[in-house]
């Protein structure tokens, strides 16, 4: 059994959201300076620019990239021979939320109740995923999640009949529905199978992969393209002011689901879709 202060959670926590928030993925950056070079919208090709000028004075001032911090979220896989010392998991990665937020000067945008409102004041509590899984080590992932773009995130319950098509139709119209709303170019995070809920699930936590790195299965991937390409044939480009630059990457996460159902939600990430990892 190997022990894990809870302390070095917080810590862990805190330095992710605030790094997050400054430097994107360097596969993101890198697929956002490539469009920039093959964007055919004059006006598109300028906001690409503008967009990679924006990332490097980020990192440069070490100032968040977008003024929007997101609402936390933390996906953790914690070993089953892993012994948590000294507190409780949930709030040793509040805590870390609570440091980081107001250390690395991030917005708080965290309204204490969904109709009353009010904020927290810290961008506390985090939204927590958490599996139980083999081995000793802690695995966190942080993603600080805009809401422009969450905003214009949809699920759809499928009945068996749908085909491939229906689904690259309807993740298709989610975009175009969105327009220049979740600042395109987007990243697409798709959850197909499961329920209700699991569907969702999958669909933020494929907003956490690389964007280089496509479905293991070659149905999937070959879905992920065709979608990808749909999605760049609308013609909202980057920052809705038209262009073939809509989307940098659809990324699928499936699941097994119930014979009478097809569940398929679109989770929409803006241009910076965040996410940062670390192993404990």
Not at 76 to 100: C, K, M, P, R, Y
Not at 189 to 199: N, S, T
Not at 254 to 267: M, R
Request: aromatic fraction near 4%; charged fraction near 20%.
């Amino acid at each position: 059994m190997r022990e894990i202060p809870v302390s070095q959670i917080t810590e862990a926590v805190k330095t992710l959201f605030i790094d997050a928030n400054r430097v994107l993925p360097e596969d993101l950056e890198t697929c956002i300076a490539a469009a920039s070079k093959t964007e055919t919208s004059p006006i598109g090709k300028a906001v690409l620019c503008d967009l990679c000028e924006n990332m490097n004075a980020a990192r440069e001032l070490k100032i968040p990239i977008c003024q929007d911090t997101g609402m936390a979220v933390v996906f953790a896989e914690i070993g089953q021979e892993v012994h948590l010392t000294g507190g409780s998991f949930e709030d040793a990665v509040n805590e870390g939320v609570h440091q980081g937020y107001l250390e690395g000067r991030l917005r708080c945008s965290v309204a204490a109740d969904p109709i009353r409102r009010g904020n927290t004041g810290d961008n506390t509590p985090a939204v927590i995923h958490l599996r139980l899984v083999p081995g000793d080590k802690l695995v966190i992932t942080a993603a600080p999640k805009g809401f422009g773009s969450e905003n214009m995130s949809r699920i759809k319950m499928f009945t068996p009949s749908a085909s491939a098509e229906d689904i690259i139709d309807f993740v298709a119209e989610t975009v175009q529905i969105a327009g220049g709303n979740p600042c395109p170019p987007v990243v697409l995070g798709v959850g197909i199978g499961g329920d209700f809920e699991k569907c969702a699930i999958l669909a933020k936590k494929a907003l956490c992969r690389s964007v280089s790195q496509r479905n293991s299965d070659p149905f999937y991937a070959d879905l992920e393209g065709r979608m990808l390409e749909k999605v760049n044939g609308l013609n909202v480009g980057p920052q809705g002011f038209g262009g073939n630059t809509t989307a940098l990457a659809v990324n699928i996460e499936q699941f097994p689901t119930h014979i009478a159902g097809l569940p398929v939600a679109v989770n929409v990430g803006c241009h910076v879709t965040r996410h940062k990892k670390i192993i404990i």
